[in-house]
């Protein structure tokens, strides 16, 4: 970085932060420490401009610029924007059903529900499981997807001693600022910060995406035409006669191809049954599933609508948020796509660095089979060959011919690792011929100029620190008040509160950093996928438990916590016994399936009596008409947007 743009930098950072600190202490400097509602929700204050904000800023972070944009780089392209255009729809639903009956019965937390609607224990298995996977996979993640653009875009730089290029210095820097802001100033110091960081990143993702456009308009044609899809039909002269935008069509348009991992084209939602990531059958039942409980069931998110000082707050801030995430796709996945286009020898080398601890270790062990992707094949046809020699004597069967191409050495080698695999033997992690992880990363170090350099960094390492300090303040509320508060000390005081939040914000972030290096291994398969997959454990049965607790009052109170544990069984039972199903599918048949047996127990042993649940009579409970027209107008784009890219 320049000296100017680092000293910017710092500068942004440290006074937002500073900013945040302050108008979160502002006027109540006094009970911050002393008052469980000020420190985890913002003396339940939050007007709808924090809260949409807020709502956009906790969860647009690297994890969706690095996972979302690995993901679009690699062949799912514009399919990924899905968890963006169907979260809008979620959200105007979360703001009209979900909402009212959580501020109805003032909770702190999501699982507090479950105690009011079913029983202490439904509460205390959605709060363990909740805990488990927000700290272990979304706090996780986002540490190391923003120390995954500090190590490429500082790469060979220290810093008091510490290389910024490592991966693990990266995680804790961030782990650091984090838990430092979070322990001092809880969720209104979060909200402040918020709207400063949720506005700079949209903006900050717009000025990248402009300068993608214009970087990919002066290319050589020669050189991109390398890097088009199968089955375009683009040629050298087209492209030397288009303008930017018709650049990225012709070289990503064309229909996707079958297959578990299909190639083809990128610029539309539609992707074949069997693709991996986002078949098109998620898009019937698969994917509303994560988004209806990310959006509406999860902690970290929903905690700054519990802070709305009303419905109707709550309900424009849900909307005005919902209308932003409809913008997302076109900062975050339509650069990733160009991202390869542009800078593919990029993602190239930054493979090699992931690939070198696995061929290092099948070279030092003789009986471990080694898988490689296809285009690994095809960057590194004579490696492959080798590799494949080495897996045959793994598995005790000698090729009888050479295989002659890359395509024909992929086919042999997934033939050996299965005879392998029915054999027992162990498999390394897949070797990879591009780390699409880093295509976010690359388009900063490529593209940004000076001058420019620190807003855009400065935004996004906000994003981070912000989203991380969320989690952390979410975490630290779930076992302080439905642990600790709950089980371990029923008569704490509201003082003993706030200590054991800020103790668990330390806890917490240390566990996190430990865990976020290994996420650069290539077996999780790139950061979004790795989050997606491990919901899978917790969405669908929490989402059925939820739906009956809503609408059905005489379902038996001992379902809630029997759902949550049947999802864990069957979603882990057809990740063990049915991998080749697409996540989303597995997410689909375990809801299914729990819904199912939900209705039938209600059905065969209702309970005697309906269930009431308590109201909290010091919020205005009134809905916002505003925010209902609002929302309907969002779910008309959002289906435009659909028909326009289908």
């Known amino acids: ?331 975050v996945v339509i650069p990733g796509i160009m991202a390869y286009n542009m800078f593919s020898a990029d993602l190239q080398l930054n493979a090699t660095v992931k690939n070198a601890p696995i061929i290092a270790q099948y070279k030092a062990d003789a009986k471990l089979l080694v898988p490689f992707s296809e285009s690994y094949a095809k960057l590194y046809y004579n490696d492959t060959v080798e590799i494949l020699a080495h897996n045959s004597v793994a598995v005790g069967k000698m090729l009888e011919h050479a295989p002659t191409t890359p395509e024909a050495v992929f086919a042999e080698n997934e033939t050996l690792l299965a005879t392998g695999k029915a054999q027992g033997l162990k498999q390394s992690t897949k070797l990879v011929g591009h780390d699409y992880d880093s295509a976010f990363p690359v388009l900063l170090k490529n593209l940004l100029k000076p001058g420019l350099t620190w807003f855009v960094l400065a935004a996004i390492f906000g994003a981070v620190v912000s989203t991380l300090a969320s989690m952390l303040n979410s975490a630290s509320t779930l076992f302080t008040m439905d642990l600790y508060g709950k089980l371990f000390r029923k008569g704490a005081s509201q003082k003993e509160l706030v200590t054991t939040g800020r103790v668990c914000v330390i806890v917490f972030v240390l566990i996190a950093c430990l865990i976020a290096p290994s996420l650069n291994n290539p077996k999780w398969g790139g950061v979004f996928t790795f989050i997606q997959e491990f919901q899978g454990f917790v969405s669908p049965g929490v989402l059925a438990v939820f739906l009956f607790g809503f609408f059905s009052k005489r379902t038996p109170r001992y379902v809630g916590w029997l759902g949550i544990l049947l999802n864990v069984a069957i979603y882990g039972g057809l990740k063990l016994f049915a991998n080749d199903i697409a996540f989303l599918n597995r997410m689909a048949i375990s809801f299914g399936v729990i819904c199912a047996i939900i209705a039938l127990l209600t059905l065969i042993r209702p309970s005697s009596k309906p269930v009431e649940l308590p109201q909290n009579g010091a919020l205005v409970m009134e809905h916002s008409q505003g925010a209902k027209w609002a929302g309907i107008a969002v779910c008309i784009a959002t289906v435009a947007l659909y028909i326009i890219f289908w």
């Open 1 to 331: 970085m320049h000296p100017i743009d680092l000293v910017l930098f710092v500068v942004a950072v440290v006074g937002v932060i500073a900013f945040g600190i302050f108008k979160g202490r502002k006027g109540r400097s006094d009970t911050i420490g002393n008052d469980a509602s000020e420190y985890f929700l913002a003396g339940r204050g939050l007007t709808w401009w924090l809260v949409g904000f807020s709502l956009i800023a906790a969860n647009i972070s690297t994890e969706q610029f690095v996972g979302m944009s690995g993901n679009a780089a690699d062949w799912v392209g514009m399919a990924i924007a899905s968890y963006e255009w169907m979260a809008a729809i979620t959200l105007v639903v979360v703001g009209v059903v979900f909402l009212p009956r959580f501020l109805k019965c003032g909770i702190y937390t999501i699982p507090e529900f479950l105690e009011y609607r079913y029983d202490v224990v439904s509460r205390t298995i959605m709060a363990i499981v909740s805990l488990v996977i927000l700290v272990g996979v979304p706090t996780a993640t986002v540490v190391f997807s923003g120390a995954k653009v500090i190590t490429v875009f500082f790469a060979d730089t220290s810093l008091f001693g510490l290389d910024l290029g490592n991966i693990t210095v990266g995680c804790w820097i961030i782990g650091t600022c984090a838990a430092l802001y979070v322990f001092v100033g809880g969720l209104k110091s979060c909200a402040w910060t918020d709207l400063i960081w949720g506005s700079a990143l949209i903006i900050g993702g717009a000025m990248l995406g402009y300068f993608a456009l214009v970087h990919i308009g002066a290319m050589d044609a020669v050189e991109l035409i390398k890097t088009k899809v199968a089955t375009s039909t683009a040629t050298v002269e087209q492209l030397q006669n288009a303008g930017a935008i018709e650049r990225v069509h012709l070289l990503n348009m064309g229909p996707a191809l079958e297959g578990a991992n299909g190639a083809g084209g990128k610029l539309h939602m539609i992707r074949p049954s069997t693709d991996s990531s986002v078949p098109w059958t998620a898009l019937v039942v698969g994917l509303w599933i994560p988004n209806f409980f990310y959006w509406g069931l999860n902690q970290y998110i929903m905690q700054r609508t519990l802070g709305s000082k009303s419905l109707a707050e709550g309900q424009k801030g849900i909307v005005f948020a919902a209308a932003l995430k409809l913008v997302i796709p076109f900062i």
